[in-house]
């Protein structure tokens, strides 16, 4: 059966649509999480509603017609995450009943509800996606933006260090914290916090190192740009915590790709490193900015590792049934404030029972981007970016940050393969074996199939090679 010209041209166009669709989508996310420091509210007297709140809202209204009209398609491995998340969900909700803070409780409880919905939302988005390298871009180009954007408003601010608060809003954009070697700025950028800042820059700094579609020059100056930003926020575990990711993500690459391959990858972040430090000291030396000195005394001054040891001693003591935990917030409740571990806060508020729940996603997860690793290039920031907030996760309460949402949803919704952007026109129609309803609402060139296990397009040469009939 032949389909007619008018028929295909009309499905190309939709197939382009919703690629257009699911990037402004999830652009506008990742923005949201960027820039979630420039507008809060307090509703309820103590209830936090951050920027990325409204954001997700807004993408949630988008993707609801368009999924319910049938343009959607779910990933069958983005289901199997969604399962994976439901007990998990379950046991968090029956903690939230035993949290001595009510209130905080069930705010908390939404916050996982919200990350289970951006599982979902964004992953079926990104599935939509004919592959991640246009995504890549969008990120790259927007954290390029705004690190420049940053830096030029920390270097601006540096004379009235004085008066600096710790909101960007007005010319404020970094925050001082006193250190053994005296008072020392740390840029924040649009976010409130200097560590939660480089912790979102990172994602589109890892994007910049894989663009093809840009020239070389560009990249190198907005990888550079994107660096400066992350390494003045003077983030000790940022810093230690990027490289330590970058040495794991080389020697997976080395196993799976060669090592060619994962010297490559290595060797691209001795040369970022080399090349930031050079000029953020120079820069900074040029305006009266020992960076140097300044990085010293913050790793010298440990009073906050110290600190968040001696909560981890506090909550162990404190700690009277392991097995179910204490209920939703019930570390903060003992401490005064944040532990800083996402690891022993999900540890102490829910048990062995929830943090075994938790760390079984994140195992999938990580095996789900490694197997990725062997077919797609495209994949290695968002599974570096993944690696990288594993480590983040043992020294700030990020468990239910929108980011690591967004990665994990990127990382279950994507195929094997790429998917191939349909011809308005091919030659000589598509037959009815290849009818779209298949698979997809798109077209696909007629010298495709689609693999039962994966749902992605493979080349008919490749399936005759393997004797195997499509």
Not at 36 to 62: E, K, M, P, Q, S
Not at 413 to 438: D, T, V
Request: charged share 15%.
């Amino acid at each position: 059966m032949k389909l007619p010209a008018d028929f295909q041209n009309r499905e190309a166009h939709i197939y382009r649509s919703v690629n257009a669709l699911a990037l402004f989508s999830i652009t506008v996310v990742f923005l949201s999480i960027a820039l979630y420091g420039l507008v809060g509210f307090r509703i309820l007297g103590n209830i936090d509603v951050a920027i990325w709140d409204f954001a997700i809202i807004f993408v949630l209204i988008l993707w609801v017609p368009w999924f319910l009209v049938g343009k959607g398609l779910i990933y069958r491995h983005l289901i199997d995450g969604m399962i994976l998340l439901i007990p998990l969900l379950l046991w968090v909700g029956l903690e939230m009943l035993r949290s001595p803070q009510v209130v905080r409780g069930f705010t908390m409880f939404l916050m996982l509800l919200r990350g289970y919905v951006i599982f979902f939302v964004i992953g079926t988005f990104a599935f939509n996606l004919k592959n991640l390298r246009d995504l890549n871009n969008r990120i790259f180009f927007c954290g390029a933006f705004i690190a420049a954007l940053s830096l030029f408003l920390y270097f601006y601010n540096l004379g009235s260090i004085t008066g600096i608060m710790r909101k960007p809003f007005g010319n404020t954009i970094l925050m001082v914290e006193p250190t053994i070697s005296g008072k020392v700025p740390r840029l924040i950028g649009f976010s409130k916090d200097p560590n939660f800042y480089a912790l979102s820059m990172t994602l589109p700094f890892l994007c910049g190192q894989y663009l093809k579609s840009v020239g070389k020059l560009v990249k190198f100056v907005g990888v550079i740009i994107i660096g400066s930003s992350i390494l003045l926020t003077l983030s000790r575990s940022a810093i230690i915590f990027l490289c330590a990711s970058w040495v794991i993500v080389s020697f997976i690459l080395t196993i799976f790709q060669g090592a060619r391959v994962g010297w490559r990858y290595f060797r691209v972040m001795i040369s970022a490193v080399v090349i930031i430090a050079f000029i953020v000291i120079a820069v900074g030396t040029n305006l009266n900015l020992n960076v140097v000195k300044n990085i010293d005394g913050r790793f010298h001054t440990l009073s906050t590792v110290k600190n968040r040891l001696a909560y981890i001693e506090i909550l162990s003591e404190k700690l009277e049934n392991p097995i179910i935990g204490a209920g939703l917030r019930g570390s903060e409740e003992v401490l005064g404030r944040y532990a800083h571990n996402s690891y022993v806060e999900l540890l102490y508020d829910t048990g062995i029972v929830g943090f075994s729940l938790w760390l079984m996603f994140l195992y999938a997860t990580t095996k789900r981007g490694i197997t990725l690793l062997r077919y797609r290039a495209d994949i290695i920031p968002w599974f570096h970016a993944w690696v990288f907030t594993l480590f983040m996760s043992t020294g700030f309460s990020i468990t239910y940050f929108p980011l690591l949402w967004i990665i994990a949803a990127v990382i279950w919704s994507q195929p094997r393969n790429f998917r191939l952007e349909p011809e308005p026109i091919p030659p000589s129609g598509l037959s009815k074996q290849w009818s779209p309803s298949y698979f997809s609402p798109s077209p696909l060139n007629s010298n495709l199939c689609f693999s039962a296990r994966d749902k992605n397009p493979i080349n008919l040469v490749q399936l005759k090679k393997r004797n195997l009939k499509p």
